[in-house]
């Protein structure tokens, strides 16, 4: 790496920060989700959902589609289900159960993955982390 080119984010340090706000699930799914349509739109689906006649709009999913890999967080109260998906030609081939940190890994890992094929995502990557 040469001085005039950017050092590329550190995804520990990212998936480090999200990890932080878990003690409070609501805060972490809506931080979550602000966070990611902010740097990586066309990547990341956010459906938000009202709890009641008049109650806000909070998040009930998030979905993370990269190539043939599809990430989904379910929120529903103060429960949350993770899960990573195996697709090919829009076909889900297998669902399988995540826990919140290896779902963080693969999201990680995800982001990564897009991030060496393009210069946007490793921008706004950078910038995600700066901003923690």
């Known amino acids: ?27 972490f799914v809506e931080g979550l ?3 990611l349509e902010q740097t990586l ?20 999913e ?3 589609q990269a190539g043939e890999e599809q990430l989904m967080l379910r929120r529903d109260g103060g429960h949350v289900n993770a899960s990573r998906a195996r697709m090919s030609g829009g076909i ?8 919140i940190e290896s779902w ?13 094929r393009s210069e946007r995502i490793r921008l706004a990557l950078q910038q995600l982390v700066l901003e923690q």
């Not at 790496?1 to 805060?27: C, E, F, G, K, Y």
């Not at 963080?104 to 060496?116: F, I, P, R, Y």
């Open 62 to 64: 998030i979905l993370v």
């Open 92 to 99: 889900v081939l297998k669902t399988e159960p995540l826990d």
């Open 104 to 116: 963080l890994a693969a999201l990680s890992g995800t982001v990564a993955q897009q991030a060496q």
């Open 33 to 35: 989700a602000v966070r």
């Open 1 to 27: 790496m040469t001085p005039d080119q950017p050092s590329q984010p550190d995804l520990d340090l990212v998936a480090a920060a999200l990890r932080a706000d878990l003690s409070d699930i609501a805060a």
């Open 41 to 60: 739109p066309g990547f990341v689906q956010v459906k938000r959902s009202r709890s009641g006649f008049r109650g806000p709009r909070l998040v009930s």
